[in-house]
């Protein structure tokens, strides 16, 4: 590269710091990715074992899961409405099927923020290869003593 003309290397260098952009915001999008499929997880569990509150009575002993590890006995006491955390520490009882309901409305909003994420790092992979062409064309047309081609050729 030190036989190049300052304008290549100015390009590539451009072209590189533009490539470790597109990859930064790559990876922000994978995390949020991430976040999202275990949100996801915890909201189809929570609906369906909402829906199977529909098998049991007031009274019946359940195992009460304290995190992945551990579980205590417990007795149902109402078997028809479930308490819901609706946002700002704010939970409010609800009757079975609402509450499913907006589980449900809460886990399509989640996949479609899923879907718009992957669409945009499909985008961004597309972009940082389109530039990963352009710096080894630079590159190679260097190389050969050529004139680079033009920006997006």
């Known amino acids: 590269m030190n036989q190049m003309p300052q304008s290549a290397r100015d390009r590539i260098n451009l072209l590189i710091s533009a490539s470790k952009e597109y990859e930064a915001q790559a990876e922000q999008i994978q995390m949020q990715l991430e976040l999202i499929g275990q949100s996801m997880a ?18 019946q002993e359940i195992l009460l899961p304290l995190g992945n590890l551990a579980f205590i ?63 080894e064309k630079v590159a190679t047309a260097m190389q050969q003593g050529q004139q680079p081609p033009a920006v997006g050729s």
């Open 73 to 135: 006995k417990a007795k149902i006491m109402d078997s028809s409405n479930v308490i819901v955390n609706v946002g700002a520490s704010i939970n409010i009882e609800k009757p079975n099927d609402k509450a499913k309901e907006d589980i449900d409305k809460r886990l399509e909003e989640l996949t479609k923020s899923q879907m718009q994420l992957r669409q945009a790092l499909q985008q961004i992979i597309q972009k940082v290869q389109q530039i990963r062409n352009e710096i």
């Open 42 to 59: 915890a909201t189809r569990i929570t609906g369906e074992t909402i829906e199977q509150l529909k098998d049991l009575q007031d009274g």
